[in-house]
């Protein structure tokens, strides 16, 4: 199985910077795609950025241009790079990771860390 666990949330300002970290407890090599989502209260969790293991990314139109998302083979650890955050970026932030075991996908979430843009 899969252990994600995540780091670097926090409350920044608008217009600030943060960079999340989900360390993976295997080699993510062997996972299919890494993601970033996140949850506000009372909305649906929605997908921001996936990262295949074949180095492909793509990014939620609202955080285009604004969040970059990064692998770091050596570590087994994605990040999340967030740039010119807004008060609308406050929510749960979680790591997903989904995998092919057994003839079969699967997937798998960190705990979740809470990202407040606030002044």
């Known amino acids: 199985q899969v252990q994600l666990v995540e780091s670097g949330g926090g409350l920044v300002q608008p217009g600030g910077s943060l960079r999340l970290s989900c360390a993976a407890s295997?080699?993510?090599?062997?996972?299919?795609?890494m993601g970033w989502y996140r949850q506000a209260p009372g909305k649906q969790r929605e997908l921001l950025a996936r990262i295949t293991s074949g180095g492909s990314s793509n990014y939620e139109d609202s955080v285009k241009g604004r969040f970059t998302i990064s692998r770091d083979n050596a570590k087994n650890t994605v990040y999340l790079q967030m740039n010119s955050l807004k008060p609308e970026d406050t929510a749960v932030y979680y790591c997903?990771?989904?995998?092919?075991?057994?003839?079969?996908?699967?997937?798998?979430w960190g705990q979740g860390t809470q990202v407040t843009v606030s002044s």
């Open positions: 295997i080699s993510i090599f062997s996972i299919i795609a």
């Open positions: 997903h990771a989904l995998k092919l075991e057994r003839g079969k996908l699967n997937d798998y």
